[in-house]
Structures are given as C-alpha cells and as structure tokens.
C-alpha cells in the first residue's frame, strides 16, 4: 500500500496555465481526483496509518494535498501585478468542497517560514514589498479545518537574506543543516514561534528544498523530540509514502517537477494504485 502526497507552491504563478500556475494546477486537480476516484485524507491521517493508528483498508485510493512557504497567495485571494487576480489556495479548496459531500471534503496543509523577520525580507526581494508575507491568516485557516498549518523551518536557508541560521553562511540547501545549533533554531525555534501563534506546537515539518542531512534524520529528530515536539518529516522525493519509509523522511511529489498536466496527474495516481 502507498499514499501520494501532492505538494503545491502558491507562488508559481508565471502565467494562467496549468503548467505555469499552481492554482490552475490545484483546481483542475481537484476535481480530476475527485472523478478517479480518489479521496483527499488529511496529513495527520497519513501519519496515523504510517504509524498504525488507521488500517489499509480506511486509506484505499487516498491521497493528501500540501503547500509550501506559506506566502499570502496560499489564503488569500490576491491581484498579481503580471497574472491578475488569483483566486487563493485556500479559496479553491473552499469552492471545491461546497461541491461534494462531507466525506469527500478536502483538508490540505500548509508549510509556513516561521521566522517573521526573513517573511518580511523575502516578501520585498521575492515578491513585491506588499506585506503578502505575514502570519495573520494562520489561526483562521486552522479553525476553517481546510488549510493546516504546519513548519517549513525558521528561515529556509534562502539565498536572498541576509543572514541565515546556519554556522558557515551556507544558503539555498538544507542539507547543510548538519549540527545541533543551527537544527535547534531551524527545527525547535521556528515551532515555537508558530505554537505562540497557534496555541500549539506544529506536530509536521517539510524540509526547505526537500532535501536533508543524515544528522538530522537519525540524530536530532529522532532523538531530540522532547526539544522539537515533531511527529513526522517530509522531503520531496518523487515517490509516494509506504510504510517503510522513515517517519522523518516521508516522500512527496511536487507539482511542476513531477507532473505540468492533468494527465500527466492522473498518470502518476494511477501508477500509485498499482
Ligand atoms: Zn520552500
């Protein structure tokens, strides 16, 4: 048995194609899921079967829905200065459930940058200094029960800040998050940061780049969970998750990279079912 976790990115938006935005994509995706059959799970239902709390037979033809960054886009309905007006992540998700039944409602995830200061700084370098960065939407979007909120490090070691947190100024590779000072603040901070926020610690963390050091997958996670407070990791391997997989390695596709078309989606699911 394995699950496909489909991962978004609400700022690919280069034009208003399927293959040149994620929400194109994620519309057209939804209901193309819906009519093959399959069932968006939750995360958090994920997990509970990989660690055996939920049987095969409740997890048949399911998938789960994430995003990444945590950027305005992902919530609200926002006119980008190219693009026009895109209607949010969380939007088409809504829309999409007042459709269905209330078993086949959607619930997704999204990955948040928790550190509010490099949000800032990127929302200037990376998109247009319009303050479409920020944390207020968080505790709504959890309440909704549509988008979770979950952790995608403290600074995503991204190339455009200044300073990130890890010892040798190293930027754009997660991989190098390989100590337990730079994995303390990368992992234990930004989750406190986000529970401040939340009422609760974040329980998932998706790696920035998808990639990761041995150190943090068989030392600090594994070992330091009292300080963290995680449950489970994700990469983006291009594979869906098996129950071999290790908890704080869980595999995930990403849109663009491994699929730019509803067939090429529905080719990849049912490669899944066999
Ligand atoms: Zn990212």
């Not at 829309?95 to 509010?116: C, E, H, L, W």
């Amino acid at each position: 048995m394995s699950i496909p976790i489909l991962t978004y990115h609400s700022m690919n938006i280069t034009n208003n194609t399927y293959s040149g935005n994620d929400h194109v994509a994620l519309a057209a995706d939804l209901q193309m899921i819906g009519d093959l059959g399959f069932r968006v799970i939750s995360l958090r239902q994920l997990v509970d079967w990989h660690t055996g709390y939920l049987s095969d037979d409740q997890m048949i033809n399911s998938l789960v829905i994430t995003m990444d960054d945590g950027a305005w886009f992902d919530y609200y309905d926002l006119v980008h200065p190219v693009c026009g007006m895109q209607r949010s992540m969380f939007n088409i998700i809504r829309d999409f459930n007042k459709t269905v039944s209330t078993n086949k409602r959607v619930q997704a995830t999204s990955f948040v940058i928790a550190s509010p200061e490099a949000r800032l700084s990127l929302d200037k370098s990376c998109m247009v200094g319009q303050g479409w960065w920020n944390d207020q939407w968080w505790s709504d979007s959890v309440a909704s029960e549509i988008m979770n909120i979950e952790c995608h490090s403290w600074d995503h070691v991204h190339p455009m800040l200044e300073h990130v947190s890890q010892c040798n100024q190293v930027k754009g590779d997660f991989r190098f998050i390989n100590n337990y000072s730079d994995a303390d603040v990368q992992f234990a901070k930004a989750g406190q940061y986000i529970g401040q926020i939340l009422g609760r610690r974040p329980d998932f963390f998706a790696y920035p780049y998808g990639e990761v050091s041995d150190y943090v997958v068989n030392q600090y996670l594994p070992t330091c969970v009292s300080e963290h407070g995680y449950l489970a990791a994700f990469t983006t391997q291009a594979k869906a998750v098996t129950k071999e997989d290790n908890i704080w390695a869980l595999p995930r596709y990403v849109c663009g990279r491994d699929w730019n078309s509803k067939d090429g989606l529905r080719e990849l699911l049912i490669s899944c079912l066999e």
